[in-house]
């Protein structure tokens, strides 16, 4: 099952860079001395704030962000991946034993960086903020050890993207600053359990092939989103279309209505909602396969208000017919 709160919650913008103190609470003048110049990267033009201190002229207006991938650790300079390689008293590339390290040394978690790998590129080194940083650093702990124990295949992480740091290997990447209520984990299967619920033993043959039918296209839909939403995660449509994946009780509802007739999944798209700026309606199409040109399309709606990093699910689904022709 995917870890982290239920996807009806409401976001917080408790966690901007605009309002925060510190990786791991520490105070804003010692981060300075690390990330000042990345801080200070991601004000908005015309921002008369002191460098290294939160933005307090409203200039500010960080990108939020909503991204799969997977977990992956990095370090700043080679002084030091060889100053934790001496303490630990091993490789900090051996990622179980570095995460055992970490279990009695909690506060090193802030001295390394913390990088989300889309197809092993890394697009984000995740950030930790104000007075519950211990907290997101201990949540990425168990998303690695989960990782590495085939627990867990990817994560979702959604939060604000500021400034940029640079990886050893030289590649420049911006910071997100994680929104802890909506950092998640799964597994494939899980996921499909979440959806399709617990698997089907019926003793009808026709019960259980359609439990079968309803396991393969969501697994289909995964694979999709999972291979089209490849990225940043920044620009709207995609929130939107991760946000529908990652919600289950929207997906499971979609799914369980169009199997019933048959109909397969042919396109899911996003487009700003007429409810306001900061919403927008994820689009669903199925069709008939045995009757593609006979038979009407069926459409599903759902919406989400994307106004916080953490895109919060509204209303209800809506479905009706469209033209096979569209």
């Known amino acids: 099952m995917a870890h982290g709160p239920e996807q009806g919650e409401p976001g917080t913008h408790a966690t901007q860079h605009s309002t925060v103190d510190a990786p791991n609470t520490a105070p804003m003048s010692q981060v300075s001395s690390v990330y000042g110049d990345a801080l200070q990267d991601s004000r908005g033009h015309g921002c008369t704030c002191s460098p290294g201190e939160p ?44 995460l055992q390290y970490l279990d009695a040394h909690p506060w090193d978690a802030a001295s390394i960086q913390w990088i989300l790998k889309s197809e092993a590129i890394p697009i984000y080194v995740i ?64 996921l499909i359990e979440a959806v399709c619920g617990e698997r089907d033993e019926s003793p009808k043959k026709s019960d259980r092939d359609n439990f079968e039918k309803k396991v393969q296209a969501v697994r289909n839909f995964l694979a999709r989103m999972f291979g089209e939403l490849r990225g940043a995660g920044t620009e709207p449509a995609d929130r939107a279309r991760i946000a529908a994946t990652i919600n289950a009780a929207n997906t499971r509802a979609v799914f369980e209505d169009a199997l019933k007739e048959d109909l397969q999944l042919d396109m899911i798209d996003a487009m700003p909602s007429p409810l306001g700026r900061d919403y927008w309606d994820v689009r669903m199409v199925f069709f008939d396969p045995r009757r593609q040109f006979e038979r009407a399309r069926r459409e599903y709606r759902f919406s989400f208000d994307l106004s916080q990093a953490c895109p919060v699910p509204i209303g209800v689904v809506r479905s009706w017919d469209v033209s096979s022709m569209r």
């Open 127 to 190: 950030l930790p903020v104000g007075p519950f940083a211990r907290d997101a650093y201990q949540r990425l702990r168990e998303f690695l050890s989960e990782q590495l124990t085939s627990k867990a295949e990817r994560v979702a992480i959604a939060g604000y993207v500021t400034g940029s740091t640079q990886l050893m290997t030289g590649q420049i990447v911006p910071f997100l600053i994680p929104e802890q209520r909506c950092m998640y984990n799964w597994n494939t299967e899980a």
């Open 55 to 98: 933005c307090t002229c409203g200039a500010s207006a960080p990108q939020k962000a909503l991204s799969f991938g997977t977990i992956d650790i990095g370090f700043r300079t080679a002084a030091e991946r060889d100053s934790l390689a001496y303490h630990m008293g091993g490789d900090p590339h051996d990622l179980p034993k570095f």
